[in-house]
Protein backbone atom coordinates (compact mmCIF):
# COMPACT_ATOMS: atom_id res chain seq x y z
CA UNK A 1 0.00 0.00 0.00
CA UNK A 2 1.32 3.49 -0.99
CA UNK A 3 1.94 5.61 2.08
CA UNK A 4 1.07 9.21 1.55
CA UNK A 5 3.81 11.53 3.93
CA UNK A 6 1.75 14.10 5.62
CA UNK A 7 2.63 17.79 4.52
CA UNK A 8 4.41 19.85 6.79
CA UNK A 9 2.54 22.55 6.40
CA UNK A 10 4.55 26.43 6.13
CA UNK A 11 4.97 28.31 8.91
CA UNK A 12 4.95 32.16 8.57
CA UNK A 13 6.32 34.44 11.46
CA UNK A 14 2.93 35.02 13.02
CA UNK A 15 2.65 31.72 13.35
CA UNK A 16 4.98 31.32 15.82
CA UNK A 17 3.13 33.48 18.32
CA UNK A 18 1.00 32.40 21.27
CA UNK A 19 -1.87 34.05 21.95
CA UNK A 20 -0.55 35.64 25.21
CA UNK A 21 -0.13 39.51 24.56
CA UNK A 22 2.87 41.09 25.63
CA UNK A 23 2.51 42.79 28.97
CA UNK A 24 5.61 44.95 28.13
CA UNK A 25 6.12 48.93 28.50
CA UNK A 26 5.08 50.25 24.66
CA UNK A 27 7.94 51.16 22.92
CA UNK A 28 10.10 48.28 24.67
CA UNK A 29 12.80 46.73 22.52
CA UNK A 30 11.59 43.22 23.69
CA UNK A 31 9.00 43.97 20.90
CA UNK A 32 11.56 43.93 18.04
CA UNK A 33 13.55 40.58 19.44
CA UNK A 34 10.27 38.15 19.71
CA UNK A 35 9.52 39.77 16.00
CA UNK A 36 12.75 38.92 14.70
CA UNK A 37 13.03 35.47 16.23
CA UNK A 38 9.48 34.33 14.56
CA UNK A 39 10.66 35.73 11.16
CA UNK A 40 13.67 33.49 11.79
CA UNK A 41 11.82 30.79 13.16
CA UNK A 42 9.85 30.90 10.07
CA UNK A 43 12.81 31.78 7.76
CA UNK A 44 14.77 28.34 8.61
CA UNK A 45 11.10 26.37 8.78
CA UNK A 46 11.67 25.51 12.09
CA UNK A 47 8.68 22.87 13.35
CA UNK A 48 7.15 24.54 17.06
CA UNK A 49 7.08 21.22 18.39
CA UNK A 50 10.89 20.90 17.68
CA UNK A 51 12.26 24.50 19.09
CA UNK A 52 12.55 25.25 22.49
CA UNK A 53 13.38 28.81 24.27
CA UNK A 54 14.52 28.74 27.66
CA UNK A 55 14.49 31.96 30.14
CA UNK A 56 14.83 33.29 33.29
CA UNK A 57 13.64 35.90 35.22
CA UNK A 58 12.95 39.53 33.49
CA UNK A 59 10.80 41.22 31.75
CA UNK A 60 12.91 40.26 28.64
CA UNK A 61 12.54 36.51 29.86
CA UNK A 62 8.65 36.70 29.84
CA UNK A 63 9.49 36.48 25.68
CA UNK A 64 9.04 32.55 25.77
CA UNK A 65 5.33 32.95 26.98
CA UNK A 66 5.09 34.84 23.67
CA UNK A 67 5.37 32.30 21.73
CA UNK A 68 3.54 29.17 20.44
CA UNK A 69 6.57 26.88 20.60
CA UNK A 70 7.77 24.54 23.78
CA UNK A 71 9.31 27.30 26.50
CA UNK A 72 10.51 27.09 29.87
CA UNK A 73 10.37 30.23 31.86
CA UNK A 74 12.77 29.30 35.20
CA UNK A 75 14.65 30.56 37.75
CA UNK A 76 16.69 33.49 37.72
CA UNK A 77 20.19 33.15 36.30
CA UNK A 78 19.68 29.80 35.98
CA UNK A 79 18.06 30.09 31.98
CA UNK A 80 21.79 28.88 30.86
CA UNK A 81 22.04 25.63 32.83
CA UNK A 82 18.45 24.51 32.34
CA UNK A 83 18.80 24.92 28.57
CA UNK A 84 21.95 22.77 28.66
CA UNK A 85 20.26 20.33 30.39
CA UNK A 86 17.53 19.69 27.80
CA UNK A 87 20.15 20.00 24.97
CA UNK A 88 22.18 17.36 26.76
CA UNK A 89 18.86 15.04 26.88
CA UNK A 90 17.36 16.39 23.50
CA UNK A 91 20.15 17.12 20.78
CA UNK A 92 17.56 16.68 17.95
CA UNK A 93 15.57 20.14 19.85
CA UNK A 94 16.59 23.62 18.30
CA UNK A 95 17.28 25.31 21.82
CA UNK A 96 17.30 28.93 22.13
CA UNK A 97 17.96 30.78 25.89
CA UNK A 98 16.96 34.13 26.25
CA UNK A 99 16.89 36.51 28.79
CA UNK A 100 18.37 40.01 30.02
CA UNK A 101 21.67 41.49 31.12
CA UNK A 102 20.78 41.39 34.56
CA UNK A 103 19.49 37.42 34.81
CA UNK A 104 22.23 36.70 32.44
CA UNK A 105 25.57 38.65 33.48
CA UNK A 106 25.06 39.25 36.98
CA UNK A 107 23.38 36.58 38.55
CA UNK A 108 23.64 34.17 35.58
CA UNK A 109 27.35 35.16 34.97
CA UNK A 110 29.01 31.87 36.00
CA UNK A 111 26.95 29.95 33.58
CA UNK A 112 27.74 32.18 31.04
CA UNK A 113 31.07 31.17 31.28
CA UNK A 114 30.85 27.72 31.21
CA UNK A 115 28.37 27.40 28.48
CA UNK A 116 31.02 29.40 26.69
CA UNK A 117 33.51 27.54 27.04
CA UNK A 118 31.57 24.20 26.69
CA UNK A 119 30.51 24.65 23.61
CA UNK A 120 26.83 23.25 23.24
CA UNK A 121 24.88 24.06 20.21
CA UNK A 122 22.68 26.54 22.10
CA UNK A 123 22.15 29.90 20.91
CA UNK A 124 22.08 32.54 23.56
CA UNK A 125 20.27 35.43 23.07
CA UNK A 126 21.05 38.16 25.57
CA UNK A 127 18.38 41.34 25.49
CA UNK A 128 20.45 44.22 27.19
CA UNK A 129 19.23 47.60 28.11
CA UNK A 130 21.72 47.84 30.52
CA UNK A 131 19.24 48.18 33.98
CA UNK A 132 17.09 45.97 35.72
CA UNK A 133 14.14 46.50 34.27
CA UNK A 134 11.54 43.97 35.54
CA UNK A 135 12.72 45.09 39.40
CA UNK A 136 11.98 48.96 38.38
CA UNK A 137 15.50 49.99 37.53
CA UNK A 138 18.26 48.98 39.39
CA UNK A 139 22.46 49.24 37.98
CA UNK A 140 22.93 45.71 35.94
CA UNK A 141 26.62 44.81 35.01
CA UNK A 142 26.41 47.09 32.11
CA UNK A 143 25.09 50.29 33.51
CA UNK A 144 27.30 52.85 32.98
CA UNK A 145 29.28 53.36 36.29
CA UNK A 146 28.44 57.47 36.23
CA UNK A 147 24.48 56.16 35.94
CA UNK A 148 22.75 58.02 38.69
CA UNK A 149 18.92 57.43 38.17
CA UNK A 150 18.38 54.79 40.50
CA UNK A 151 18.00 55.59 44.21
CA UNK A 152 20.21 52.51 45.05
CA UNK A 153 23.21 54.39 43.61
CA UNK A 154 22.73 58.11 43.48
CA UNK A 155 25.89 58.16 43.15
CA UNK A 156 26.49 55.81 40.40
CA UNK A 157 27.94 52.27 41.01
CA UNK A 158 31.47 53.60 40.40
CA UNK A 159 32.00 50.32 38.82
CA UNK A 160 33.48 49.52 35.46
CA UNK A 161 30.99 47.86 32.89
CA UNK A 162 30.75 43.85 32.40
CA UNK A 163 31.70 43.75 28.35
CA UNK A 164 29.70 40.49 27.17
CA UNK A 165 31.60 40.26 23.97
CA UNK A 166 35.03 40.56 25.48
CA UNK A 167 33.75 37.87 28.26
CA UNK A 168 32.63 35.47 25.78
CA UNK A 169 35.41 35.64 23.29
CA UNK A 170 38.03 35.10 26.60
CA UNK A 171 35.71 32.13 27.66
CA UNK A 172 35.64 30.43 24.26
CA UNK A 173 32.00 31.23 22.41
CA UNK A 174 32.29 30.20 18.81
CA UNK A 175 29.45 32.50 17.45
CA UNK A 176 29.61 36.64 18.98
CA UNK A 177 27.24 39.18 17.80
CA UNK A 178 25.47 42.14 18.38
CA UNK A 179 22.59 43.16 16.84
CA UNK A 180 20.00 46.58 17.98
CA UNK A 181 16.58 46.07 18.47
CA UNK A 182 15.67 49.46 16.33
CA UNK A 183 17.19 47.25 12.81
CA UNK A 184 14.76 44.45 12.92
CA UNK A 185 15.91 42.63 9.47
CA UNK A 186 19.67 43.09 10.57
CA UNK A 187 18.39 41.25 14.15
CA UNK A 188 16.71 39.13 11.89
CA UNK A 189 19.63 37.76 9.77
CA UNK A 190 22.05 37.56 12.95
CA UNK A 191 19.29 35.29 14.86
CA UNK A 192 19.17 33.13 11.80
CA UNK A 193 23.13 32.95 11.73
CA UNK A 194 23.08 32.57 14.90
CA UNK A 195 20.57 29.37 15.27
CA UNK A 196 22.53 27.87 12.37
CA UNK A 197 25.60 27.97 13.93
CA UNK A 198 26.88 25.00 15.32
CA UNK A 199 27.98 25.18 18.81
CA UNK A 200 27.29 28.23 21.27
CA UNK A 201 26.21 31.18 19.61
CA UNK A 202 26.23 34.31 21.81
CA UNK A 203 23.84 37.11 20.52
CA UNK A 204 23.99 40.49 22.33
CA UNK A 205 20.88 42.64 21.37
CA UNK A 206 20.94 46.63 22.23
CA UNK A 207 17.31 45.94 23.59
CA UNK A 208 16.29 49.53 24.90
CA UNK A 209 14.52 50.08 28.30
CA UNK A 210 11.78 52.87 27.75
CA UNK A 211 10.73 53.50 31.07
CA UNK A 212 13.73 53.62 32.92
CA UNK A 213 16.37 54.34 30.56
CA UNK A 214 14.43 56.81 28.35
CA UNK A 215 17.50 58.01 27.59
CA UNK A 216 18.40 55.25 25.39
CA UNK A 217 16.18 56.43 22.15
CA UNK A 218 19.71 58.09 21.16
CA UNK A 219 21.30 54.59 20.40
CA UNK A 220 19.65 54.31 16.92
CA UNK A 221 21.85 57.54 15.94
CA UNK A 222 24.73 55.66 18.09
CA UNK A 223 24.99 52.16 16.63
CA UNK A 224 27.38 51.52 13.94
CA UNK A 225 29.30 48.46 11.91
CA UNK A 226 32.06 46.59 13.73
CA UNK A 227 35.36 48.52 11.59
CA UNK A 228 36.12 45.11 9.89
CA UNK A 229 35.15 41.36 10.25
CA UNK A 230 33.38 39.25 10.87
CA UNK A 231 36.47 37.15 12.07
CA UNK A 232 37.33 33.59 12.56
CA UNK A 233 40.73 34.78 14.46
CA UNK A 234 40.36 35.54 18.07
CA UNK A 235 43.26 37.61 17.87
CA UNK A 236 41.71 39.68 15.65
CA UNK A 237 38.40 39.57 17.33
CA UNK A 238 39.78 40.66 20.23
CA UNK A 239 41.75 43.86 18.53
CA UNK A 240 38.04 44.70 17.48
CA UNK A 241 36.70 44.45 20.86
CA UNK A 242 39.72 46.21 22.80
CA UNK A 243 38.49 49.53 20.41
CA UNK A 244 34.39 48.41 21.04
CA UNK A 245 32.65 51.76 22.14
CA UNK A 246 29.83 48.98 23.14
CA UNK A 247 27.35 49.92 19.97
CA UNK A 248 29.13 48.43 17.22
CA UNK A 249 26.91 45.60 15.98
CA UNK A 250 26.64 42.83 13.27
CA UNK A 251 28.49 39.43 14.00
CA UNK A 252 31.82 39.78 15.47
CA UNK A 253 33.09 36.79 15.32
CA UNK A 254 32.40 33.14 14.07
CA UNK A 255 34.96 29.74 14.52
CA UNK A 256 34.30 25.79 13.96
CA UNK A 257 35.32 23.66 16.99
CA UNK A 258 34.04 20.84 17.69
CA UNK A 259 30.27 20.96 20.06
CA UNK A 260 29.84 19.04 23.47
CA UNK A 261 27.24 16.55 23.19
CA UNK A 262 26.16 13.98 25.80
CA UNK A 263 27.83 10.54 25.42
CA UNK A 264 24.29 9.26 25.23
CA UNK A 265 23.78 8.10 21.35
CA UNK A 266 19.62 7.97 22.34
CA UNK A 267 17.96 11.12 23.47
CA UNK A 268 17.06 10.56 27.14
CA UNK A 269 13.53 8.84 28.39
CA UNK A 270 11.65 11.04 30.91
CA UNK A 271 10.67 7.62 32.42
CA UNK A 272 14.11 7.03 32.64
CA UNK A 273 15.60 10.31 34.25
CA UNK A 274 12.47 10.14 36.83
CA UNK A 275 13.52 6.53 37.62
CA UNK A 276 17.26 8.40 38.70
CA UNK A 277 15.71 10.53 40.55
CA UNK A 278 13.76 8.27 42.99
CA UNK A 279 14.01 8.10 46.66
C1 LIG B 1 17.05 34.83 43.04
C2 LIG B 1 16.42 36.12 42.59
N1 LIG B 1 17.06 37.27 42.84
C3 LIG B 1 16.51 38.44 42.45
C4 LIG B 1 15.32 38.45 41.80
C5 LIG B 1 14.72 39.76 41.39
N2 LIG B 1 14.82 40.03 39.98
C6 LIG B 1 13.82 39.68 39.14
S1 LIG B 1 14.13 40.12 37.55
C7 LIG B 1 15.62 40.81 38.01
C8 LIG B 1 16.53 41.50 37.02
C9 LIG B 1 15.93 41.64 35.67
O1 LIG B 1 16.80 42.36 34.84
P1 LIG B 1 17.22 41.84 33.42
O2 LIG B 1 17.61 40.41 33.46
O3 LIG B 1 18.28 42.77 32.92
O4 LIG B 1 15.90 41.89 32.56
P2 LIG B 1 14.94 43.10 32.14
O5 LIG B 1 13.84 43.09 33.14
O6 LIG B 1 15.74 44.38 32.16
O7 LIG B 1 14.50 42.72 30.78
C10 LIG B 1 15.86 40.68 39.37
C11 LIG B 1 17.06 41.17 40.08
C12 LIG B 1 14.69 37.21 41.54
N3 LIG B 1 13.53 37.13 40.87
N4 LIG B 1 15.25 36.07 41.96
S1 LIG C 1 10.35 48.08 32.34
FE1 LIG C 1 11.75 48.38 30.60
S2 LIG C 1 12.44 46.29 30.04
FE2 LIG C 1 10.57 46.11 31.28
S3 LIG C 1 8.87 46.02 29.79
FE3 LIG C 1 9.12 48.16 30.45
S4 LIG C 1 10.46 49.06 28.89
FE4 LIG C 1 10.68 46.84 28.72
Known amino acids: MDTVAAAVPTLRAKDYKSDIHPVWCPGCGHFAVLSALTK ?36 H ?30 IGGNHFLHACRRNMDITYVVMDNEVYGMTKG ?15 TPHGTGVRRFPPAAIALAAGATFIARGFSGD ?22 LSP ?10 WKTEV ?36 WHSDSAEPARLRDIEAEFQV
Do not use: M, N
Open 40 to 75: AAAHLSLRKEELVVVSGIGCSSRLPAYLGSYGFHGV
Open 138 to 152: QASPTTQPDWTRSKL
Open 184 to 205: PSGLTKLLVGAIQHSGFSFLQV
Open 209 to 218: CQTFRPEQKT
Open 77 to 106: GRALAVGAGLKAARPDLTVIVAGGDGDGFS
Open 224 to 259: HPWSTGPTDDAAEAAGLILSDDGRAVGLLFGQRLPI
